[in-house]
């Protein structure tokens, strides 16, 4: 069964600190592995998206890795901000096309100042 | 583009009513879907649209749940009658090209409570 499994539920950390959330997923084969940020009361939106054959990717002060061998996806937030305080959300996309999207159920990031 | 729009934004109402809430997609996508949201279940796909056409309901709970696209700007989710457990954030969503190939937007969600 396709799952992804998100690690820790939640996190709160101090403002400027970095900090690492994990996702480990079983969808194989994949197509691409997106990265969600959800803020309180509003809609998830992309923040960013590898596909298979990448490793990394850049978004400002957050960079996603990804290790297709262990099925294994990081997203790393650098110097993080009050405004960086959200749910995130790891979303696997299966090859085939019109197969639906697999969500993990998020991590809670709270930065304190 | 405003992004995708759905309305209203909160609804309370009482088990056995009916509830519709609504849903305007970004103009030029052609997959609309619906997503249902709770601490305990995360984000779960109800029903998903290609052309205004119904692909996969797999994911409606059950019979109390409709979803209908009449046109390409325009979608609603049904629950009648609604129960407690219904309690949840539907959200909408669309998409330019394939289902998982490309990227959803969301809208902002609908927030519902059944008492």
Redesign the interface.
Known sequence: KNQVEQSPQSLIILEGKNCTLQCNYTVSPFSNLRWYKQDTGRGPFSLTIMTFSENTKSNGRYTATLDADTKQSSLHITASQLSDSASYICVVSPLSGNTPLVFGKGTRLSVIA | DAG?IQSPRHEVTEMGQEVTLRCKPISGHDYLFWYRQTMM?????LI?FNNNVP??DS?MPEDRFSAKMPNASFSTLKIQPSEPRDSAVY?C?SSLA????D???????TRLTVL
Do not use: K, M, N, W
């Open positions: 995708v279940r995360g984000l779960e796909l998903y692909i996969d994911g959200f969503a394939q289902i998982s190939g990227t959803q937007y969301f809208g902002p969600g």
